[in-house]
């Protein structure tokens, strides 16, 4: 038997990473350097914008209130981090190794909600729906770290 508050509980939860994630892209987009890297993470805060939207959307949908923060703990990594660049210095590379790691979090997270059997069919549409610009964005920015890697000039050149 599925349960609408155990649903819209499960979905909040993406809502918080996914606003997290919205976050971590917008800084990444002032710290880059690179015009390039700038628009792409800018771009993907924009989508992650909508999928928060959509979530948002869907819990009130089924009665609930949706969150409109992100977690706690994004802020305080997001204050280490900038501890941590203040002191070494942050660049590109470092930025985009950052933000791939975030992408294994929230890819994860979508992904543990997939294969909750305890999710309404509906939900599962719509986090399924939701997952579809998650996994692009995490593609995305693992295929632009290791692009990085493989680059002998540390990779400001490369295309996406």
Not at 28 to 40: C, K, R, V
Not at 72 to 90: E, P, Q, S
Request: with cysteine; charged share 30%.
């Amino acid at each position: 038997m599925h349960n609408g508050t155990y649903d819209i509980d499960t979905v909040n939860g993406l809502i918080k990473t996914t606003i997290d994630s919205v976050d971590g892209y917008r800084a990444a987009g002032e710290d880059a350097d690179s015009g390039q890297y700038q628009s792409i993470f800018f771009q993907r805060a924009q989508e992650r914008e909508e999928v928060a939207d959509r979530l948002q959307a869907y819990v009130r949908e089924l009665g609930g209130n949706p969150v409109d923060s992100g977690s706690v703990a994004a802020g305080a990594h997001r204050a280490f981090m900038g501890l941590r660049d203040a002191i070494t210095g942050a660049d590109d590379t470092a930025i985009i190794e950052e933000v791939e790691r975030g992408e294994d979090l929230i890819k994860e997270r979508f992904e543990t909600a997939l294969n909750d059997q305890d999710l309404s069919p509906e939900t599962l549409s719509i986090v399924r729906e939701c997952y579809s610009s998650v996994r692009q964005g995490h593609d995305q920015m693992r295929d632009l770290k290791h692009g990085l890697q493989n680059s002998p000039a540390g990779g400001t050149t490369t295309t996406y």
